[in-house]
């Protein structure tokens, strides 16, 4: 898809992971603020919200301040 997830070893292309062990990143940067799902037996809405992680803020700041490409065809 083009869009490696930083901080993933098994599917990430080699751009990606030098990227995340450079920023220190170890575990998988991925986060969904959002989530809503049926519930496969009561089959009723489930929405569950969540405040970003820490970590997320952190990465978009270090990204501005070294000034680093993060798009699709770089990583």
Do not use: C
Not at 30 to 53: K, N, Q, W, Y
């Amino acid at each position: 898809m083009g869009f490696p997830v930083l901080g993933d070893r098994l599917y990430s292309g080699a751009a990606s992971a030098e990227l995340s062990e450079r920023l220190g990143i170890s575990s998988q940067l991925l986060f969904a603020d959002r989530l809503e799902f049926i519930h496969p037996i009561t089959g009723a809405s489930v929405r569950l919200a969540l405040t970003p992680p820490w970590e997320a803020g952190i990465v978009s700041l270090i990204f501005r301040e070294k000034h680093i490409d993060i798009s699709p065809n770089v990583l």
